[in-house]
């Protein structure tokens, strides 16, 4: 079981939004703002779209944003399109010795 | 270009020893911490442990501690994840990623090793 909480699946439209959240604790998600996301393709390595809960690093479109309430992360994408189609995970430091947890991801599909 | 290019594919049998690479380039290498990630076939990702080739200090998740080594050899900017004995359960895809400070992201990521164990 993973230390952070995914949904296992989201799915969408073109062109529509959608919302995946990531659920932690005060250790982790809720207590520090060292929240991650990252996006893999079947077959590819992980890309990072989000760092510290809502930072887009250069070349990711700003159709990707990130926020945090509480012990849960979330990442919205905007204007959903084909290629958004891929496993969606993130990731907190936390306070354990653990040091840093992955969510067990979640695969988005385009409709 | 900032690049992370990860040595091939491997299989071994139970009980052999093992160890893959991750060779930086592009960037100060020993400037940058460089991390270690599981995913088992079909499965999610897993934070395996992190090392700072500027002074080899190492830091290991308590599920991975004791079960690989992490080192780095700074003058030919290589980071390793070694095994003793593998085990069944090691198969996987192994991937390095770097980031700037201990508490941070993966920005840039290797291109994956697959390990397969099997008799």
């Known amino acids: 079981q993973s230390a952070l909480t995914q949904p296992a699946s989201v799915s969408g439209s073109p062109g529509q939004s959608i919302t995946i959240s990531c659920t932690g604790t005060?250790?982790?998600?809720?207590?520090?703002?060292?929240v991650s996301w990252y996006q893999q393709h079947p077959g590819k390595a992980p890309k990072l779209m989000i760092y510290e809960v809502s930072n887009r690093p250069s070349g990711v479109p700003d159709r990707f944003s990130g926020s945090k309430s509480g012990n849960t992360a979330s990442l919205t994408i905007s204007g959903l399109q084909a290629e958004d189609e891929a496993d969606y995970y993130c990731?907190?430091?936390?306070?354990?010795?653990?040091?840093?947890?992955f969510g067990g991801g979640t695969k988005l599909t385009v409709l | 270009e900032v690049q992370l290019v990860q040595s091939g594919a491997e299989v071994k049998k139970p009980g052999e020893s093992l160890k893959i690479s991750c060779k930086g380039s592009g960037y100060s290498f020993t400037s940058y911490w460089i991390g270690w990630v599981r995913q088992m076939p079909g499965k999610g990702l897993e934070w395996m442990g992190i090392?700072?080739?500027?002074?080899?200090?190492?830091r290991y998740s308590p599920s991975f501690q004791g079960q690989v080594t992490i080192s780095a050899d700074k003058s030919i900017s290589t980071a390793y994840l070694q095994w003793s004995s593998l085990k069944a359960s090691d198969t996987a895809m192994y991937y390095c990623?770097?980031?700037?400070?201990?508490?941070?992201?993966?920005?840039?990521w290797g291109q994956g090793t697959l390990v397969t164990v099997s008799s």
């Open positions: 990731s907190s430091y936390t306070s354990s010795s653990t040091l840093e947890v």
């Open positions: 990623a770097r980031r700037w400070e201990l508490l941070g992201y993966f920005d840039y």
């Open positions: 005060s250790s982790d998600v809720g207590g520090y703002n060292y």
């Open positions: 090392i700072y080739p500027g002074d080899s200090d190492t």
